[in-house]
C-alpha cells in the first residue's frame, strides 16, 4: 500500500495473466552504456535450467535488427552478455526513444523494450555545483510530489488514457519529472513515462511502526522485487528508499519519558540498504533517506531534503542551506556520516503545510 492518507485497501495494481512457455524467462534486464554503445542483458530464470536452452535475442533498430542467440548451460539461472548497439539513439526528454526487444527461450516469447540513457552526477559547466545527469549532461530537475489519487479508487486509475494524461500534464506545466510518492508506481504509467519523456523518481513504500526484524524483511524483500521489476524503464533515474523517517524510529525511555528516537543502528541499517540497492541497480541513483523532521542522510548518492515553510522565510532559509552544504560538511547527515558531492534537492516544499499559523 501507500502512506495511508485515508482507509484505502485491497489490490491497486492491474491483475493479468499472461502464456508463458514451460521453460521461461523470470526477467530481463537491459543496462546501457552510451559511452561505449553498448547494452548489457541479463537474462534470469525461475531456477537452474534442466538441460542446455536456447535463447534467441532481437532488437529493433532503424536499420537492421540486431540479433543474438546464446546457450544457457544446464544447472545455471541467468546468462549475461553485452551487445554492440551502433550510433545508438539516446533516449532523452525531447526524443524519448525506446528500443524494442524481443526474447525466445524455446516456446517462450517476452517482448520488452530499454532506453539508451546514462544518469550520473556531474558538475554543473564552470562551476563545482554537482548536478543530475542525463546523457552526461546536468539537468535543472523540475519535479513534482505525485500522490497518485484518484476522485474514485485511491490508488486504482481509471483508465489508460487518464496515466497518460497525468504524464502529459506534468511536461505542459514545465515539469521534467515526478516523484510518485512512497508507492511501486503501476508499470503502465511508468510506461507512459517513459514514451513521453518524464523522469521518475522512484520510492519504495514505508512503514508506520517501528523498524523491527519483520519491517526490515519486508523493505528488503519489496526492494529487491521492485528493482528486479522496473530495471528497464528508462525514465526512473532514481530510488528513495526511505521517506522522512517514517518506520525508522524506534521508542525508548529517557528521562521517564517514551521517545522516538533514530537509533545509530538503524541508521547503519539503512545506510546498508542502499549499498544493496546499488547492488542490485549500478545504473542509478540511490537515495537512503528523504529527509526532514530532524533527521540526516547516512550514505545516499541524492543530498534532499523536505521544507514547508511561510513564503517569506525561503530567501533567508535557502541561504542557509547553502552556506552549510559543502563537501565534508556534517549539515543534515546524521553522525559518522559526511556530505561528499551530491547534488542538494529539495524535494518535498510548500508554503502552507505544518507550520505555526499555516494557512490550510
Known amino acids: 500500500g501507500k502512506q495511508g492518507y485515508g482507509n484505502g485497501r485491497g489490490i491497486w495494481h492491474t491483475v493479468y495473466v499472461e502464456a508463458r512457455g514451460t521453460e521461461y524467462i523470470d526477467a530481463v534486464h537491459f543496462a546501457p552504456d552510451i559511452d561505449n554503445a553498448n547494452v548489457t542483458t541479463t537474462v534470469y530464470l525461475p ?58 527461450l524455446n516456446d517462450d516469447v517476452v517482448k520488452t523494450y530499454f532506453g539508451m540513457r546514462k544518469i550520473s552526477v556531474v558538475n554543473l559547466p564552470g562551476t563545482t555545483f554537482p548536478y543530475v545527469a542525463l546523457n552526461n549532461k546536468p539537468v535543472y530537475l523540475q519535479l513534482t510530489l505525485d500522490q497518485s489519487y484518484h476522485p474514485e479508487g485511491f490508488y486504482t486509475f481509471p483508465n489508460d488514457a487518464f496515466m497518460r494524461r497525468e504524464v502529459e500534464l506534468a511536461k505542459l506545466i514545465g515539469l521534467n519529472g515526478i516523484r510518485p510518492h512512497i508507492k511501486v508506481e503501476i508499470p503502465r504509467k511508468l510506461y507512459w513515462a517513459d514514451k513521453l519523456g518524464v ?16 519491517m526490515q524483511e519486508e523493505a528488503e524483500t519489496t526492494l529487491r522485487e521492485m528493482i528486479r521489476r522496473d530495471f528497464n524503464h528508462p525514465a526512473i533515474f532514481s530510488w528513495t528508499l526511505f521517506n522522512e523517517t ?34 542490485l541497480d549500478p545504473t542509478r541513483l540511490a537515495e537512503d533517506n528523504s529527509i526532514c523532521c530532524g533527521a540526516g542522510h547516512t550514505q545516499t548518492d541524492v543530498n534532499s531534503f523536505h521544507d514547508y515553510l511561510p513564503g517569506w522565510q525561503w530567501e533567508e532559509h535557502l541561504k542557509m542551506l547553502t552556506d552549510s552544504s559543502f563537501e565534508g560538511s ?31
Open 330 to 360: 556534517t549539515f543534515q547527515f546524521e553522525a559518522g556520516f559526511t556530505q561528499g558531492k551530491q547534488p542538494k534537492i529539495n524535494s518535498e516544499c510548500g508554503n502552507v503545510w505544518g507550520y505555526e499559523g499555516s494557512t490550510g
Open 199 to 214: 523522469l521518475v523518481m522512484a520510492d519504495l513504500p514505508n512503514s508506520w511502526g517501528e523498524p523491527d526484524a519483520k
Open 47 to 104: 531456477q537452474e535450467a534442466p538441460s542446455d536452452l536456447n535463447l534467441s535475442l532481437s532488437i529493433k533498430t532503424p536499420g537492421a535488427p540486431i540479433t543474438k542467440e546464446v546457450t544457457i548451460p544446464k544447472g545455471q539461472d541467468k546468462i549475461k552478455f553485452t551487445l554492440a548497439i551502433p550510433q545508438p539513439r539516446h533516449w532523452s526528454l525531447d526524443d524519448p526513444y525506446l528500443y524494442e526487444a524481443e526474447l525466445k
Open 246 to 279: 517514517w518506520g525508522l524510529r524506534t521508542k525508548i525511555e529517557e528521562e521517564g519519558k517514551k521517545v522516538d528516537k533514530y537509533l545509530p543502528e538503524t541508521q547503519q541499517w539503512v545506510a546498508s540498504i542502499y549499498y544493496l540497492a546499488k547492488s
